[in-house]
């Protein structure tokens, strides 16, 4: 990873052009996930984003952009029309924090500042790590579920006789994505400049809804863990349901969990001392 990134500034700073200077930025508006609890990846239960940015521009076509993003992401079962989500009865909500590196690719030539070339779309393409600590809430009281092990995380080396000897660790709470944004910017004047921009990152992760495997046995998470492991594992018992069955479906893990946002930006343009471009 730390090599592709190495790779992608090599890149960019041998392109031809000449530099335009600084932007700096804001943003905020809605964001959602695609995973085991949500599904549909335009099923709106929206929580909020903020982004916070710093820009190089080499030439009109072309920049580096390095970002902080806060997210708030949450999905509950009990929301989904699907007979079996319905029935499974679980949710989450987490808050994502994101650090991204990202190159910008303006299809129409675009001068920040300029009030000839002042408007374009444009693709960006980069690589993040972000921080996430999926949590539900059980007896009114917010609680986290990495460390519960809800589906029998690092629980291998304790059971006796281990009927599942693919059991796994428990996982980390952070992980990288591969962020892809479109967007559109437009001047307004010298130095400020608007847009909006839709995020979409591909993660290398399967739990940023705790959600992945299979139902784990509730005695041994008792045994272990703790009572309260056991009724967060498998919450029909909340809807008057009887348990699952040991070992059938709880999540689906053919495919890791998503997340997306849709911002509106607002920039501040530093024009550079040494190269100025015709505005």
């Given at each position: 990873m730390k090599h592709l990134i190495l790779l992608g500034f090599g890149f960019i700073f041998h392109l031809p052009g000449f530099g335009q200077g600084w932007d700096?930025?804001?943003?905020?508006?809605?964001?959602?996930?695609?995973?085991?609890?949500?599904?549909?990846?335009?099923?709106?239960?929206?929580?909020?984003?903020?982004?916070?940015?710093?820009?190089?521009?080499?030439?009109?076509?072309?920049?580096?952009?390095?970002?902080?993003?806060?997210?708030?992401?949450?999905?509950?079962?009990?929301?989904?029309?699907?007979?079996?989500?319905?029935?499974?009865?679980?949710?989450?909500?987490?808050?994502?924090?994101?650090?991204?590196?990202?190159?910008?690719?303006?299809?129409?030539?675009?001068?920040?500042?300029?009030?000839?070339?002042?408007?374009?779309?444009?693709?960006?393409?980069?690589?993040?790590?972000?921080?996430?600590?999926?949590?539900?809430?059980?007896?009114?009281?917010?609680?986290?579920?990495?460390?519960l092990g809800t589906e029998g995380q690092g629980l291998a080396d304790k059971l006796p006789t281990n009927p599942w000897p693919l059991l796994p660790d428990r996982y980390a709470l952070n992980s990288w994505a591969f962020p892809v944004h479109f967007g559109f910017r437009h001047n307004l004047n010298t130095n400020w400049s608007i847009g909006i921009e839709w995020m979409y990152s591909f993660t290398l992760t399967d739990y940023l809804d705790d959600v992945s495997g299979k139902y784990f046995d509730p005695y041994e998470l008792r045994r272990y863990r703790s009572s309260m492991a056991a009724d967060l594992s498998d919450r029909?018992?909340?809807?008057g349901l009887s348990d699952k069955v040991v070992g059938t479906q709880?999540?689906?893990?053919?495919?890791?969990?998503?997340?997306?946002?849709?911002?509106?930006?607002?920039?501040y343009h530093i024009p550079s001392k040494k190269c100025r471009m015709v505005q």
């Amino acid at each position: 990873m730390k090599h592709l990134i190495l790779l992608g500034f090599g890149f960019i700073f041998h392109l031809p052009g000449f530099g335009q200077g600084w932007d700096i930025g804001v943003g905020g508006g809605i964001t959602s996930y695609r995973g085991d609890i949500q599904s549909n990846l335009f099923e709106l239960k929206p929580g909020w984003s903020s982004i916070i940015w710093s820009k190089y521009n080499f030439n009109s076509h072309w920049g580096l952009r390095a970002s902080l993003a806060q997210k708030f992401v949450s999905a509950a079962d009990s929301l989904n029309s699907d007979l079996f989500q319905r029935s499974r009865n679980l949710s989450f909500q987490s808050e994502i924090l994101e650090a991204a590196l990202q190159v910008e690719f303006y299809f129409w030539p675009y001068v920040p500042g300029s009030l000839k070339k002042r408007y374009s779309p444009y693709l960006a393409l980069g690589v993040s790590h972000f921080w996430f600590d999926p949590m539900t809430r059980y007896k009114g009281t917010l609680v986290s579920l990495q460390p519960l092990g809800t589906e029998g995380q690092g629980l291998a080396d304790k059971l006796p006789t281990n009927p599942w000897p693919l059991l796994p660790d428990r996982y980390a709470l952070n992980s990288w994505a591969f962020p892809v944004h479109f967007g559109f910017r437009h001047n307004l004047n010298t130095n400020w400049s608007i847009g909006i921009e839709w995020m979409y990152s591909f993660t290398l992760t399967d739990y940023l809804d705790d959600v992945s495997g299979k139902y784990f046995d509730p005695y041994e998470l008792r045994r272990y863990r703790s009572s309260m492991a056991a009724d967060l594992s498998d919450r029909s018992w909340e809807i008057g349901l009887s348990d699952k069955v040991v070992g059938t479906q709880r999540g689906v893990n053919a495919y890791n969990d998503f997340y997306w946002s849709c911002m509106l930006l607002c920039s501040y343009h530093i024009p550079s001392k040494k190269c100025r471009m015709v505005q």
